[in-house]
């Protein structure tokens, strides 16, 4: 049965290609293939990013989008968000830090840093800065989903069924019942094809990490979509907030006597 048409790129933010984010536009694509450590621009939410061309992708610096556009938060926060959504950073080369700190990207003094893809980027910066508002989808549609975790398990993710994190929305291929993410990571069926594989740890927030589309090779837009949809119910767009002004004053006060808080 042909799986339902997703929505056209007006419809859902975050299942178009880059270059349809209305907030601001990336960078035009290049005519030229793109060369190793070759330098760019990308223009993210208004803010210049500096680029740097890894194993043949445009990755950005996640230090410099941390310092910029991510300053209100946290390095635990936005650690943990990037972990959340599946976001894999490449260290950088001492040949390519030095090229990110001659573009201004990185202090001299920076020893390390780690790239991500521009679809990485905005899916982070978007988990704090958007609205993260669901992706449009069709009532009846639902994502092939699997996970590997003991002996593993696939079922159908249900968008429309999932309307908070603890949502039963996830419909098992081989016993019907539903589930939610978090529970359907322990939920497993020894299938004669099946391998066992030791779950890392028993942590029922790891789901977005765990849980994948079925197809190994999905189309953009839904891939897209299903990152949207594993954004929701992820921490919100908290802002910190700032420090208040008697909160300076006692900082201020314990590092004049020594005392740091």
């Not at 999932?162 to 990571?185: D, G, L, V």
Request: net charge positive.
């Amino acid at each position: 049965m042909d799986k339902p048409l997703l929505p056209g790129p007006n419809d859902a933010a975050m299942a178009t290609p880059p270059s349809s984010f209305q907030q601001d536009p990336m960078t035009p694509p290049r005519s030229s293939p793109l060369k190793p450590n070759q330098v760019g621009q990308v223009i993210l939410y208004g803010v210049p990013i500096v680029s740097l061309v890894i194993d043949h992708q445009e990755r950005l610096c996640l230090a410099q989008i941390s310092n910029t556009l991510l300053k209100n938060y946290s390095y635990n926060e936005i650690h943990n968000r990037r972990v959340a959504l599946g976001i894999t950073c490449v260290q950088c080369t001492p040949v390519q830090l030095e090229i990110l700190r001659r573009a201004g990207a990185m202090p001299i003094s920076s020893r390390r840093c780690g790239m991500i893809t521009k679809r990485e980027a905005e899916r982070l910066c978007k988990s704090f800065l958007g609205e993260n508002s669901p992706p449009k989808l069709p009532d009846n549609f639902a994502f092939d989903v699997t996970h590997e975790c003991a002996w593993g398990c696939r079922g159908s993710f249900i968008p429309a069924r999932y309307n908070s994190s603890r949502a039963k929305c996830i419909k098992c291929s081989y016993c019907n019942m539903y589930f939610s993410p978090n529970k359907f990571i322990f939920h497993s069926h020894r299938t004669p094809e099946a391998k066992y594989t030791q779950p890392d740890a028993a942590n029922f927030n790891s789901w977005r990490r765990h849980l994948k589309l079925t197809d190994k090779t999905p189309p953009d837009d839904l891939a897209f979509a299903w990152e949207d949809v594993k954004a929701m119910f992820n921490g919100g767009s908290r802002k910190r907030a700032l420090p208040t002004e008697s909160f300076l004053c006692l900082r201020d006060r314990r590092a004049g006597s020594g005392v740091l808080a």
